[in-house]
């Protein structure tokens, strides 16, 4: 994190590359919107079906911030109707691949750790 430190203390700034990287996962529809579309292109109205349950809002401001992010390619074809397709880009999918496949094997793995930490803290609050 080169550079992204204060006077060399460790502290993190704002635009710190940890935070960018993070913030590809605080969004709740964005690594969802990423795993419909790594089977391959979609078009909008297929894409939100094949989801099912995000608002057509939500999926709207997903899509741009991951076209904005470089992860989705958007690309429109001069038909009647107009067709605009949604795609991984590489690093699309580099992060599909990767990071969250890497979360995805975790909570496979320590999911049922997760549940049991927090029921016992609920038994513990009530």
Request: hydrophobic share 40%; aromatic share 8%.
């Amino acid at each position: 994190m080169s550079g992204d430190t204060d006077g060399g203390r460790g502290d993190f700034v704002a635009d710190c590359r940890l935070r960018m990287g993070t913030d590809l996962f605080t969004h709740l529809w964005d690594p969802v919107v990423l795993a419909a579309l790594v089977a391959g292109p979609q078009r909008r109205r297929t894409l939100r079906a094949n989801i099912g349950g995000i608002s057509d809002k939500a999926l709207t401001e997903a899509l741009h911030r991951l076209v904005t992010n470089g992860l989705l390619d958007r690309r429109s074809y001069a038909e009647a109707p107009p067709r605009v397709d949604y795609a991984l880009t590489p690093l699309g999918r580099s992060f599909a691949d990767g990071p969250m496949r890497a979360l995805g094997e975790w909570i496979v793995r320590y999911g049922d750790d997760l549940f049991e930490a927090q029921e016992r803290t609920r038994m513990v609050s009530t």
